[in-house]
């Protein structure tokens, strides 16, 4: 089995900054793309940036600028640094993996999510 454990969310004022971080285990021969969704309430659950293995980035329009994603595919964990945070990114964020097991068998992943709220 596959675990994602996100870290980091809590509570900032706008302008402010928060750092996520997100970290895989469990029979994980290798990870292809990795990264973050976030979900608003009464919204769909939106892309927020992916980074591949070779260091390709998708980055949302809406944080391009303010948000930037690393990741260390030795230790199966990628962040999410948020800075000039907006109320409107206040959401519930999601790491997501594509993921190759032990077994080589695919799947994608989630981790159960870490609450981001921005006060104005």
């Known amino acids: 089995q596959v675990q994602l454990v996100e870290s980091g969310g809590g509570l900032v004022q706008a302008g402010g900054s928060l750092r996520l971080s997100c970290a895989a285990s469990?029979?994980?021969?290798?990870?292809?793309?990795m990264g973050w969704y976030r979900q608003a309430p009464g919204k769909q659950r939106e892309l927020v940036a992916l980074?591949?293995?070779?260091?390709?980035?998708n980055t949302a329009d809406s944080v391009k600028g303010r948000f930037t994603i690393s990741r260390d595919n030795a230790k199966n964990t990628v962040n999410l640094q948020m800075n000039s945070l907006k109320p409107e990114d206040t959401a519930v964020y999601y790491c997501n993996a594509d993921v190759t097991t032990d077994r080589r068998t695919r799947g994608n992943y989630w981790g159960q999510g870490t609450q981001v709220t921005v006060s104005s």
């Open positions: 469990g029979s994980i021969f290798s990870i292809s793309r």
């Open positions: 980074r591949t293995s070779g260091g390709s980035t």
